[in-house]
């Protein structure tokens, strides 16, 4: 190829035009030719969006105004007789959507990102935008913006409503750790719910271990997913104790349809144990000279690996606890129980 520069078009230049054959020859011989444009001020991407038209006319896949999830969660919402997905989905939107779904006593929904939309109709919303207070009782009583064109999505939006189970209000777990630490969930209308870490502190955590029947001794609050996400609502956010309560529930707190905390960002405890470095005792078993071994290190009470455990290990442990005449047995593999507690010691090698 010749060019002088001033060509419009490539094709303008003088040059040799080759066969498919040649073309296919030369290939595996000759190197090609590329570009570099660098233009005195970087040129802005595109922003408009393609206008994909609406579908002419009304379905008869659906009535309007109904909505349905799928086997994944995917919520969809009936628009002019046909099936439309969600691209947002804000918390006061999914509340809406699981009151419409028939979810009355506990109506907070937990939307989420389903999956990457594709370039199929099937994956466009048809309609701009719903936006609701939280408080209407369907989607089609909140302000629905349909726009002139299908909307694209960068993500599809799933919903997740929650039954409720049979759990005390007001009641508090710990889960994703031990028995002494975890991310706190609250029961709220039969629900267990997490709490957002805003605001959260060490007060807040005692009222918690004191409801949980731990002594009044300082814990640790965690503000963060240490004990993993949120696997269902997020149903105090802001709390706020003054260390004399007695249940969470009495704490100053915002409820869940006041909350947009993310479900990762969740509070959790570790409450302390009222025992000293190396103290010993037995549980689980039917007296109080047989059990399963636990020692306490960091105002923690914990296991013992059994790793090497044999009967000069049981007979320390008897005589510690004050048991000098006794027949003394060395038991495996969980014997007495195995308690939902870290383990603190393993490969014990005493003499006896």
Known sequence: ILCNGNEQRITSCNKIIYSLEEGRQIYNEAEVAGVACNPASPTPEPTEEVCLPKPVGTGDMCVSGDIQLDEN????????????VFCQLTHSEATVACRQLGHVTYTWGLPFEIKQSSSSTADKSLFEMITCTSSEKSLSDCNIQE?????????????????????????????????????????????????????????????VCIQMGFPKLEPIAYTADEFGVSTGPVVYSNVDCGGWENYLIECQKNNYLEITCSYATVA?????????????????????????????????????????????????????????????????????????????????????
Not at 73 to 84: D, F, H, Q
Not at 268 to 281: E, M, P
Not at 328 to 338: M, P
Request: contains cysteine; proline residues 1%.
């Open 147 to 207: 726009g002139d064109c299908m909307k694209y999505c960068s993500t599809i939006m799933g919903l997740k409503c929650f039954v409720p189970e049979d759990c005390t209000d007001g009641a508090v777990q710990l889960v994703g750790g031990i028995e002494q630490a975890g991310r706190v969930e609250v029961c709220v209308n039969g629900v267990w719910g997490s709490v957002c870490s805003e605001g959260w502190d060490r007060t807040d955590a005692l009222v």
């Open 73 to 84: 969660g995917m919520l969809e919402y009936c628009i002019n007789g046909r099936w439309s």
């Open 268 to 352: 959790g405890v570790l409450c302390a144990d009222d025992c000293n470095d190396g103290d010993i005792r037995l549980v689980g078993g039917e007296t109080r000279s047989e059990g399963t071994v636990e020692i306490c290190f960091d105002s923690l009470w914990g296991l013992i690996d059994e790793a090497g455990w044999g009967i000069a290990d049981a007979v320390v442990i008897c005589h510690e606890l004050g048991f000098h005449d006794s027949t003394v047995d060395a038991l495996l593999h969980s014997y007495y129980g195995k308690p939902n507690k870290a383990i603190h010691v393993g490969d014990v090698e005493c003499y006896g």
